[in-house]
């Protein structure tokens, strides 16, 4: 059965230093969206992205967020520069239709 | 605007008995709703969804829903537990099936199995 991937499992990096957070999701599947959970607390919506571009962001994903389709399987989530509250787990997710989302295993991002 | 409300941070059961985790939603035309369950270390995987067609929905494991607009509820159920059964379950309402848009969680229940 096709499914979501990500890499890495778990990133540690430096405060203040760039990250991408890579997943490659399902092959046919037309929207694309991040999440990220920190620890304790809900599931929270990123953004979302069709057609080459953001549909929807939340106020989250502000100047230090980026997302890109760079090639025709992966997609990317950069943090330009890392605060300590950017620790979290951060999930992406596909889908055909857009209410339907299937999750990859997510990162596991530790700033330091 | 929507929202959803697990009713319960923590149901503990013991093996082969009813499991019932509560979801309540709150949406101003008719949702879409979810239930994710998440096991430790893993990623999130759809149990089950309603999208407007039948009300009680079976997914995967044992588990269903019903959808009841009275109560605005989507409650899920499974006869027996099983260990395997032990996660986190998010209940999970889709604003609109017509745009990209954001899915809102709930908080989350943590399942327990007692053996």
């Known amino acids: 059965e096709p499914e979501v991937t990500q890499t890495p499992s778990h990133q540690v990096t430096q405060m203040g230093q760039e990250v991408i957070l890579r997943c490659v999701p399902i092959?046919?599947?037309?929207?694309f969206y991040w999440y990220r959970q920190i620890l304790g607390q809900k599931v929270e919506f990123l953004v979302s992205?069709?057609?080459?571009?953001?549909?929807?962001k939340s106020e989250i994903f502000d100047d230090q967020f980026s997302v890109e389709r760079p090639d025709g399987s992966n997609f990317t989530l950069k943090i330009r520069s890392t605060k300590l509250e950017d620790s979290a787990m951060y999930f992406c997710a596909s889908s055909m239709k857009p209410y339907e989302q299937y999750f990859g295993p997510g990162t596991r991002l530790t700033v330091t | 605007a929507q929202s959803v409300t697990q009713l319960d941070s923590h149901v503990s059961v013991s093996e082969g008995t009813p499991v019932l985790l509560r979801c309540n939603y709150s949406s101003s035309y008719s949702p879409s709703l979810f239930w994710y369950v998440q096991h430790p270390n893993k990623g999130l995987q759809l149990l089950l969804k309603y999208t407007s067609a039948a009300t009680l929905v079976k997914g995967i494991n044992g588990f269903e829903a019903e959808f009841k607009k009275s109560e605005t509820s989507f409650h899920l159920t499974k006869p027996s537990a099983h260990m395997s059964d032990a996660a986190e379950y998010f209940c999970?309402?889709?604003?609109?099936?017509?745009?990209?848009?954001?899915?809102?969680f709930g908080s989350g229940t943590r399942l327990s199995i007692r053996p």
């Open positions: 092959s046919n599947h037309l929207y």
């Open positions: 999970v309402v889709s604003p609109s099936y017509s745009s990209a848009s954001k899915i809102i």
């Open positions: 992205f069709y057609n080459n571009e953001i549909s929807e």
